[in-house]
């Protein structure tokens, strides 16, 4: 299993700011994730972080918008930029344990609830 | 679209009812999840369950998958209000690391 924090756990930020958000891992993983939930929606997944790589992106989401960054292999940022409303979401990070190209069970963190006005 | 559908959106019971969540997808599969999301926290994983699989128990949890109707369910048992959550069904395709979730059921147990 895996513990995963992120910071900070909720923001009201001003539109056309942009916001980091941080995500810690207990222990190495491969494989980052990050979501993001829209109210009362279900998950969305923005790009996977590999440690080493350039993150990949599923359609809908591009790096300039939200530009990820992995250094090691127990962190990674999220950076939501020059926000909108529509941005307004909570953001997950997760992991998975498995073996790449696996997907085995994900651990999320607690989720960054983020309001833009 | 790969993403799972659960059935149904919302369900609200009595302490002590049981609890089915139906979830259907659209192509193939490595394995299927059931994951607990409560208040817009983080989700929990609850149980996997594998292609070559049709059934799998974890405590009062029972989820079933018929990979012929591309469909899964599951079962919670003698409900509590803390079961008081949003459930979501989530799958794998082989040869792939990331999940699609579906729309998930919001659970609502009374006391």
């Known amino acids: 299993s895996a513990v995963i924090s992120q910071k900070p756990s909720r923001d009201i930020c001003q539109r056309g700011t942009s916001l980091t958000i941080q995500c810690q891992v207990d222990s190495q993983v491969t494989m980052m994730f990050w979501y993001r939930q829209q109210p009362g929606q279900s998950l969305t997944l923005i790009a996977t972080a590999n440690q080493g790589s350039e993150a990949t992106y599923e359609s809908g989401f591009v790096i300039d918008k939200f530009p990820i960054s992995r250094p090691n292999l127990t962190f990674s940022t999220l950076t939501v930029s020059n926000m909108s409303p529509e941005d307004s979401s909570i953001y997950l990070c997760?992991?998975?344990?498995?073996?790449?190209?696996?997907?085995?069970?994900?651990?999320f963190g607690p989720g960054t609830r983020l309001l833009v006005l | 679209s790969q993403q799972g559908e659960e059935d149904p959106q919302a369900l609200s019971i009595q302490e002590g009812e049981n609890a089915t969540m139906n979830c259907s997808y659209k192509?193939?599969?490595?394995?299927l999840q059931w994951y607990r999301q409560n208040s817009g926290r983080g989700l929990v994983h609850l149980i996997l369950i594998r292609s070559n699989e049709r059934e799998k128990h974890s405590g009062r949890l029972r989820v079933t998958l018929d990979t012929s109707k591309k469909s899964s369910s599951l079962l919670i048992t003698a409900s509590r209000a803390a079961d008081t959550a949003s459930y979501f069904c989530a799958t794998a395709l082989s040869g792939y690391s990331t999940l699609t979730f579906g729309k998930g059921t919001m659970l609502l147990v009374s006391p």
């Open positions: 997760s992991v998975v344990t498995g073996l790449a190209g696996v997907a085995e069970t994900q651990y």
């Open positions: 192509t193939s599969i490595n394995n």
